[in-house]
């Protein structure tokens, strides 16, 4: 299964006794390789000897490939496990959170190419709303050390379905955060020395919560529906005043 992942991946990367090796296949969009690797490294230095041996496949694409409708009914194969930082109710493939954790950083200013300075006054008042949920978002609800638990979970979870024991890859070379942020310059060294975790922890993972039930499931379905109807309608809202402003 792990091999069929091949055909859109990246890299393989591969933890064997806490130390991790990577096989190139291709080239990924700017460094989104690289700080993946990276963000993987760094989570062994939090928690050494914590992270079971794994062997995975990454796709450093935006959106998702394997496709829940090719894998469903009676004779169907299983999907190939290929993680990537993207997925939908649609897909099957295993989200990893987006190297722009470590490798970048995306701020919406809310700095609009307009012509009209009602439509600037009305969209920058817009923006800012949205870009300080944002902000409060990021800086309460996804903390680096509730990424790095994830990240932790998401692995060791992984790891447990291994029915084999991870070997290093015949053509992977040994990485580790030296390998990567010695030969850095400019704005990716920079990255990786403000992102470089320094030694263990001395906190453990958080726990893992137990599955939902039908009603928290029902509740957290709801959720989300309500949350997509109301990005719909700022966009729609957003359209309506580029319309009527030009």
């Known amino acids: 299964m792990v091999e069929r992942a091949k055909r859109t991946a990246n890299f393989r990367l591969v933890v064997v006794d806490g130390r991790a090796y990577v096989e190139r296949y291709r080239r990924a969009f700017q460094t989104r390789d690289v700080f993946t690797q990276w963000g993987i490294l760094q989570l062994l230095l939090k928690y050494p000897g914590k992270i079971p041996d794994l062997d995975l496949m990454f796709d450093c694409v935006d959106w998702p490939v394997v496709k829940l409708v090719d894998y469903s009914g009676p004779n169907a194969t299983a999907p190939p496990p290929l993680f990537r930082y993207c997925g939908d109710d649609a897909t099957l493939d295993i989200v990893f959170p987006d190297w722009s954790f470590w490798g970048c950083s995306y701020f919406f200013s809310g700095s609009l190419p307009l012509v009209n300075e009602n439509?600037?006054?009305?969209?920058?008042?817009?923006?800012?709303?949205?870009?300080?949920?944002?902000?409060?978002?990021?800086?309460?609800?996804?903390?680096?050390?509730?990424?790095?638990?994830?990240?932790?979970?998401?692995?060791?979870?992984?790891?447990?379905?291994?029915?084999?024991?991870?070997?290093?890859?015949?053509?992977?070379?040994?990485?580790?955060?030296?390998?990567?942020?010695?030969?850095?310059?400019?704005?990716?060294?920079?990255?990786?020395?403000?992102?470089?975790?320094?030694?263990?922890?001395?906190?453990?993972?958080?726990?893992?919560?137990?599955?939902?039930?039908?009603?928290?499931?029902?509740?957290?379905?709801?959720?989300?529906?309500?949350?997509?109807?109301?990005?719909?309608?700022?966009?729609?809202?957003?359209?309506?005043?580029?319309?009527?402003?030009?």
């Open 119 to 246: 439509e600037i006054l009305v969209l920058s008042l817009q923006a800012q709303e949205i870009g300080k949920a944002a902000s409060d978002f990021i800086q309460e609800d996804l903390k680096m050390d509730y990424v790095y638990d994830y990240m932790f979970h998401l692995l060791s979870e992984y790891a447990k379905l291994m029915r084999y024991k991870p070997t290093k890859p015949r053509k992977a070379i040994e990485i580790c955060s030296e390998t990567l942020a010695c030969p850095a310059t400019g704005s990716q060294k920079k990255f990786m020395m403000e992102s470089i975790v320094k030694g263990p922890t001395d906190a453990i993972p958080c726990n893992m919560p137990p599955p939902y039930d039908a009603v928290a499931l029902r509740m957290l379905l709801r959720r989300k529906a309500n949350s997509v109807s109301q990005v719909e309608m700022w966009e729609k809202r957003y359209w309506e005043n580029q319309t009527k402003h030009n």
